[in-house]
C-alpha cells in the first residue's frame, strides 16, 4: 500500500482526493458503513500508484504514506485494505456534482476545525 486514508477522514468526505487521483483507487462504502468500518475514504492498497497527488488536497490531513503512518492510525492500514478484501461493499468513489454535472463548491475547514478533528482522535496537532 502506497498511501492511506486514516479516522481523520470520518464523515468528513471532502472529495478533493478524489478529485485529483489518476487512476480511481479512492472508494467509498457502497450502503451505511457498519460500526467496524467508519463512514470514510479509502485507498485501495493495490491499485495506489504512490503518486501522493491526494495527500496535499485532503483539507483535513487525514492522507499519510503508509511508512509515515503514525502509530495511532496502524490500524488503518488494514482497514483500508478492506477495499481490497470485501470489494463488493465498496464503490470507485466520484466527486459530489450538481444537477448541470459540476463540481460541488468545496467548504474548506478552519485550522481550529482541523485541530479539534485531530484532538478528537488524540493525535497532537
Known amino acids: 500500500m502506497a498511501y492511506v486514508i486514516t479516522r481523520l477522514c470520518v464523515d468528513c468526505l471532502d472529495q478533493g482526493c478524489v478529485e485529483v487521483c489518476p487512476v480511481e483507487c479512492i472508494y467509498e462504502p457502497k450502503d451505511a458503513s457498519p460500526p467496524e468500518r467508519p ?18 488536497e485532503c483539507p483535513w490531513q487525514a492522507i499519510f504514506e503508509d511508512r509515515e503512518l503514525p502509530d495511532m492510525f496502524a490500524g488503518d492500514l488494514s482497514l483500508n485494505a478492506t477495499t481490497q478484501d470485501t470489494p463488493k461493499q465498496f464503490r470507485v468513489a466520484s466527486p459530489h456534482r450538481d444537477a448541470e454535472g459540476r463540481l460541488q463548491p468545496k467548504h474548506r475547514p478552519t485550522t481550529e476545525q482541523v485541530r479539534a478533528n ?8
Open 118 to 125: 485531530r484532538l478528537r482522535w488524540d493525535e497532537k496537532p
Open 39 to 56: 463512514n470514510m475514504l479509502y485507498i485501495h492498497p493495490t491499485e495506489c500508484i504512490n503518486c501522493g497527488a491526494c495527500e496535499p
